[in-house]
């Protein structure tokens, strides 16, 4: 639920000093994304690719970027993070912009936050891996979304909540827009607990 509590909060204008979103959409869980997040996690990527534009899914017509959480101790099991609290992490890079972030035009300050607010997404699939060596454990999160982020384009229309939908507002969630026609709306990304082992 964390997730859409806090596209509804920035769609609304209620978050930190973001202004209210018109045309913010529903994400919707691909298992495709998510296959994808998850062999990155496992291949041990660590930080982004250098060409997150050129990141495609083979059964969609767009371009897909990613969002990345990285965790490395020596010895403390204890940092182990929820899914719900990277997402809540990357929300807070919201806090504190300033209102005309939404614009888009330096999006380095909050990457991940743009991610999650960019109104043309509508599919979202993540994995993680958790690795245990002589030297530490490690673990890694990673999302992609798509249609990807565009640089240098607003994130979002500025108005009323889902006043400005391709399609139809969601019935579930009436302040965001829905792209998909069936909706399988998703409330907290959270992969198989077997993702995350050894």
Known sequence: MLTFVL??????????????AANMQVLHWNQELADNAQSMADKCEEGYTNSPSQLRVCSQDYNVSE???YIWSSNNITNIKSWTQVIDSWYDQGKDLSTSFYLGLNLTSAREYAQLVWANAYEVGCGGAYTETDIGITIR?????????????????????????NGPVSSTYN????????????????????SLAS
Do not use: W
């Open 7 to 20: 596209d509804i909060q920035v769609a609304r204008g209620n978050y930190g000093s973001q202004i209210a």
């Open 175 to 194: 302040d965001l827009c829905v792209n998909i026609p069936a909706e399988k709306e998703i409330h907290v990304v959270e992969p198989p607990r077997t």
């Open 141 to 165: 999160y990673f999302c992609l979304y798509g249609p990807g982020i565009m640089m240098d384009q607003p994130l979002y229309h500025y108005g009323p909540p889902a006043t400005d939908c």
């Open 67 to 69: 969002n990345y959480y």
